[in-house]
């Protein structure tokens, strides 16, 4: 059996759906790891609950998969508001945005996934709905065209990216709470496998679930998708202890090795040693040479390789380290050797 752990660490697969909403902590005393955010967020929410307003718009950034839509589901419970979600991708023409802006009741929380990617036109209604709590409309047209404002239910915007960098200066300042999701550490991803295994009714050993964080990606989304494959063999197998042995050898076969690396990784590290000699390589070549997004491996790829060490970014483009060597078993002596300067070491 020949399985690859690519769409194991993709941003969005409609996968496991019911899985995946009963996985999620409901409370945020049940969010396991990123306690100074928690903090912060607790303290907001208690605040305002306690003023009867709702909860400043909130920001949410970080990579793909360590919460914000969960969290965004937890404001929605805590806060005892309506949770309507959407993606800036899908709202193609401002009447879109002004149709979800209006139809919110007070107290609702409007979850806006992709924030980075909205257009500059909708930016411009949201801008006035974030701070006025309102929103124009032109009636008519030429002379007789005339603005007429609407206002709006108090609510909260959540807006959720995986590049900040990319929002506009006028839409970041709009937050009144901007909160990072950083990777988790192997323990806390642990205990959300432990946690996970429970419900889905899985007898997982304490063994087991820390081999399966150390290959989850340092993100709990994938920690809870290696989960659900290793129940899979576990329920083909007749095994009902899933130790540390069994995880190990099926997450081998799902392609997933010690570091959580799958096989496009490697492919791209691979690349850059072999082929330009460590790098620098533009993103660019690197997506064109693996037939895949240049988004995809800037947004699902890099940012765990670059926490791992394995690669750095330089102005002339990707450069593979020491340990990318080391990991792919590459004397990276001997090509030093060779007189190449671009080595990162």
Known sequence: MTLRGEGLVK?????????DRALRPPRLADFIGQSDLKEKLSVAMIAARTRGEV??????SGPPGLGKTTLAAIVAAEMGGRLQSTTAPAITRPGDLARLLTLLEKGDILF?????????????????????????????EGAA??????????????????????????????????LRLDFYAAEDLA???????????????????LALAARARMTPRVANRLLRRLRDYATVEAQELIDTQFAAARLDA??????????????????????YRGGPVGLRTLAALVDEEERTLEEDHEPYMLRL???????????????AYQHLGIAAQNAAAEGDERLPF
């Open 11 to 19: 941003s969005v697969v409609a996968e496991g759906g019911e899985d």
């Open 55 to 60: 909860l400043d718009h909130t920001l949410f």
């Open 112 to 140: 806006l996934d992709e924030i980075h990617r909205l257009s500059p036109v909708c930016e411009e209604i949201l801008y006035q709905a974030m701070e006025d709590r309102a929103i124009d409309f032109i009636l008519g």
């Open 145 to 178: 065209a005339q603005s007429v404002k609407l206002k709006l239910q108090p609510f909260t915007l959540i807006g959720a990216t995986t590049r900040a960098g990319l929002l506009s200066s006028p839409l970041k300042t709009r937050f009144g709470l901007e």
């Open 191 to 209: 205990r959300i496998v432990q946690r996970s295994a429970a419900i889905l009714r899985m007898k997982l050993s304490e063994g087991a679930a």
């Open 254 to 275: 799902l392609g997933i090795d010690e570091l959580g690396l799958v096989e496009l990784d490697r492919r791209l590290l691979s690349l850059l040693i072999g082929r």
């Open 309 to 323: 060490g394995l690669m750095e970014k330089t102005p002339q483009g990707r450069v593979a380290t020491r340990m």
